[in-house]
């Protein structure tokens, strides 16, 4: 089959193994039955925004056209640095942007997908936001009323504990074996106590397998800015990654290209 479109983030349900889809004109193809065929991304040479659809010859944050990366809400630093999260000043790019995405509960989490790792994410959004990330097992930590907050707490925690996931590593399944919960309870005493009354007690343990036949011993990036035509075996996906025999694809930095994707 081929479908023809722009690239977009992958989607995916949290079933085991996780289950991925592309999607083409808002037409969901799943990708797990693939698995062991020939695949082929053949950019066609053209990009557009992913928020206004408008052409462009260079996408930013994954995407957006300059307009956009300037004036959306969600392209804002403070997405990248929660703690810096300014809508109480008045003057968050767009205050209903604010409302719905950064004023609601928010978790505090750890997860592991190379070694530990705390993040934070609405809490609506914690599975998506763990296997976008590749997590094998996560558990929430914190639970606090507003993203700022979670942010002020994740740049606490990353002192004792990393705040970044080695992609290669991940990709290559080579993944530290620590107790989330010992860690939870080693992080609580170091937490300063305002923070301790948003303590979930006894989080749930959440376990992803991601769909795969082989695992890669070595990574390649493969991208459609340095090659048009990306083609070899599907061997597997994880996080936002398309795994091939011949390198990883990561499918959310191409968001916008258009593409013929055959398989
Ligand atoms: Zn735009």
Redesign the pocket.
């Known amino acids: 089959m081929e479908y023809i479109g722009y690239l977009t983030s992958l989607r995916h349900e949290p079933s085991d193994p996780v289950n991925y889809y592309a999607e083409f004109n808002h037409t969901p193809v799943s990708l797990n039955q693939h698995l062991g065929e020939e695949i082929e991304i053949a950019f066609l040479d053209e990009k557009a ?6 052409k ?1 010859k260079k996408t930013y944050n994954n995407g ?6 300037i004036q ?1 809400p969600e392209n804002d630093l403070c997405i990248v640095k929660p703690e810096l999260c300014h809508y109480h000043k008045g003057t968050c790019r767009d205050s209903r942007f604010g409302d719905r995405h950064c004023m609601q509960p928010h978790i505090v989490y750890l997860a592991l997908s190379s070694d530990v790792k705390v993040g934070i994410t609405r809490k609506t959004n914690m599975l998506k936001r763990w296997i976008d990330q590749g997590a094998v097992r996560a558990i929430p930590f914190l639970e606090v009323p507003a993203r700022k907050t979670a942010g002020e707490i994740e740049v606490y925690l990353a002192r004792f504990i990393k705040d970044k996931t080695n992609w290669r590593k991940m990709l290559k399944n080579e993944t530290a074996d620590h107790d989330l919960f010992q860690i939870k309870a080693d992080l609580l005493d170091q937490l300063p106590s305002e923070y301790k009354k948003y303590l979930i007690e006894e989080p749930e343990l959440h376990e992803f397998r991601y769909p795969h036949i082989t695992t890669p011993e070595k990574i390649t990036s493969l991208s459609l800015d340095k090659q048009s035509v990306i083609k070899g075996k599907l061997t597997g996906i994880k996080a936002q990654y398309l795994i091939l025999d011949t390198g990883v694809f990561h499918v959310r930095k191409h968001t916008g290209y258009k593409v013929a994707f055959r398989l």
């Open positions: 925004c992913c928020h206004c659809g408008r462009i957006y056209c300059y307009k956009c990366l959306l």
